[in-house]
């Protein structure tokens, strides 16, 4: 009873790039799933992106790409962090 990895190929339209990406799940990627879908990242040249499975490997959703920050860091929040000198 040796449960094969069975490879299920995916393609579709990457949102990041908008190249045609192809990739494969296999079930070890639902089968721990305490709920559904799952997030699945996708990794395609040099870029990845996020997908959600349901419980049979269908693709449920696309993530879209985070837009990159343009601030690195932006706080609007002022720290109040009282820092004790140890010295
Ligand atoms: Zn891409």
Redesign the pocket.
């Known amino acids: 009873m040796a449960s094969q990895t069975r490879k299920y190929w995916k393609a579709l339209k990457?949102p990041?790039?908008?190249?045609r990406?192809v990739f494969y799940v296999t079930m070890a990627a639902v089968k721990d799933a305490t709920q559904y879908p799952v997030p699945f990242e996708v990794i395609?040249?040099d870029?990845k992106?996020l997908i959600y499975l349901d419980s049979g490997l269908l693709i449920s959703r696309i993530e879209e790409p985070q837009p990159p920050l343009s601030s690195p860091s932006q706080s609007t929040k002022k720290k109040k962090t009282k820092r004790k000198k140890t010295k």
């Open positions: 990457c990041v790039c908008g190249q990406a395609h040249e870029h992106f």
